[in-house]
């Protein structure tokens, strides 16, 4: 069964400093792989997204993510943080084709100090 | 307009009462689906139908039942509504199309939130 697993529920950092939001995930295949941001008071939005390909894809924001298969792991990264940043990240995992269902992680919750 | 837009966006309501929330999208998806969020849990899928005539539970449908109308619109329904299922709960859409790769991305209303006292 798929599986993920955010290890990091609250996270820390200082304006401008480098972020990494760490998804592990567990599926027999070659998964569908998402990243998604929700606001405080909003729904969530669709950061960036791995079908197949390059392993490091690029989202929106300024954010991008690597794709591991040897570690399971699909690791969010931005060189520098900005306040706006501060919200709640969900990492995600699909089986694709006709389940076409996503399995969420429990959330990190990234706080920006000045 | 939102894309997706569900209503209402609070209630709260008392033990017992039925409860019904709804979705409307005008994205043309073919499918929807709700989750409900609770804190450290992430989200979970309550109910997810790929068409008007195909509705399917999800891993928490307990205590929950839905209506696809149309393809624009999908239901979530808390009959006899406890204070466990205190929550938020959004919709999100996405396309059916066989094969494509968006068939993955939801595109996710702005939540709604219950309160069951």
């Known amino acids: 069964a798929q599986s993920v697993t955010q290890p990091d529920i609250h996270i820390t950092v200082s304006e401008g400093a480098s972020l990494e939001l760490r998804c592990n995930y567990s599926?027999?295949?070659?998964?569908?792989l998402f990243w998604y941001v929700q606001s405080p008071g909003q729904g969530l939005q669709l950061l960036l997204k791995?079908?197949?390909?390059?392993?490091l894809v690029q989202g929106i924001k300024g954010f991008e993510a690597e794709f591991k298969r040897s570690q399971s792991s699909f690791n969010l990264r931005k060189p520098s943080v900005h306040w706006s940043d501060a919200a709640e990240y969900f990492c995600?995992?699909?089986?694709?084709?006709?389940?076409?269902?996503?399995?969420f992680g429990t959330g990190t919750l990234l706080a920006v100090q000045p | 307009d939102a894309d997706v837009t569900q209503t209402p966006r609070n209630r709260i309501t008392k033990t017992g009462k039925r409860i019904m929330l709804e979705c409307s999208q005008t994205?043309?998806?073919?499918?929807m689906y709700w989750y409900r969020q609770d804190p450290g849990l992430g989200l979970r899928l309550i109910y997810y139908?790929?068409?008007?005539?195909?509705?399917n539970k999800g891993e928490i449908s307990d205590g929950y039942s839905v209506s696809r109308q149309a393809q624009a619109k999908f239901s979530l329904s808390l009959e006899s509504a406890i204070p466990n299922q205190t929550a938020l709960y959004f919709c999100?859409?996405?396309?059916?199309?066989?094969?494509?790769?968006?068939?993955?991305?939801?595109?996710f209303g702005a939540g709604s939130r219950l309160t069951v006292l």
């Open positions: 995600a995992v699909g089986a694709g084709g006709a389940t076409n269902k996503l399995i």
């Open positions: 999100a859409t996405s396309d059916g199309l066989a094969g494509a790769s968006g068939a993955n991305v939801l595109t």
């Open positions: 791995y079908f197949s390909g390059d392993t």
């Open positions: 139908s790929f068409d008007v005539k195909d509705i």
């Open positions: 599926y027999g295949a070659t998964p569908y």
């Open positions: 994205k043309g998806h073919d499918r």
